[in-house]
């Protein structure tokens, strides 16, 4: 009696061919790898220029509602420039020549004339019909803040983005306090006593 046995031959890869993706998949991700962290970068910064850019539009907007409005004040001494934007009363300044402050660029929500007074987080929030969070004292890694905010002592507010500041080598869980440079991580100024505001990217 005879008896066929009939073995089915299996396919699949040999280990060559094994070895040749895996080779090709290592080349693929030595490329790739570099671009997505670029990406990130790139994003990092995409993020402050469009923030900066949104600002500096709702700076001009207060100031042109201000003058469509025909510059409404308080009438006091020293005078309040203010206007309503967007269901806001926000506080302009007032017209300072020897010190060079133009008049019309909002300083905040607070009822003051004086440029010296500006609350860089109140203009923020008034810019914005939904502004991103900020703080002025809260740098921690794992917080929902996403911008920190300081002013300096020439009163400009400096806008940072958390996320590009530099971590903190003793307090792994903080970055590092800005201290209102230009040179660290990615901000923006705003100046209102011209209403310039200026991008700095460093990461």
């Known amino acids: 009696m005879n008896s066929k046995i009939n073995l089915k031959r299996t396919s ?10 895996v080779v090709i998949l290592g080349f693929l991700a030595v490329a790739a790898i570099p671009k997505f962290l670029d990406l990130t970068e790139q994003a990092k910064q995409a ?3 469009g923030m900066a850019g949104g600002f500096a539009t709702g700076v001009s907007l207060t100031r042109a509602q201000w003058e469509a409005e025909a510059r409404p004040n ?3 001494t020293p005078k309040k420039n203010f206007v309503n934007y967007d269901g806001t009363t926000v506080y302009l300044t007032v017209e300072d020549a020897p010190n060079n402050v133009r008049p019309g660029y909002i300083i905040g929500t607070t009822p003051i ?7 860089c987080s109140e203009v923020w929030n008034a ?52 201290s209102n440079s230009t040179t660290v991580g990615n901000s923006f100024t705003y100046q209102p006593s011209n209403s310039e505001v200026i991008v700095y990217v460093n990461n």
């Open 113 to 119: 004339s004086v440029v010296a007074s500006v609350n």
């Open 12 to 21: 699949g890869f040999t280990l060559i061919e094994l070895v040749i993706v």
């Open 127 to 178: 810019i914005f019909q939904q502004p991103p969070t900020n703080s002025t004292t809260d740098l921690d890694v794992g917080s929902s803040v996403d911008y920190f905010v300081s002013k300096d002592g020439s009163n400009l507010c400096h806008y940072y983005l958390k996320a590009s500041l530099a971590r903190s080598t003793s307090d792994t869980t903080k970055y590092l306090d800005p």
């Open 47 to 49: 993020n402050i220029e």
């Open 74 to 76: 308080d009438g006091g």
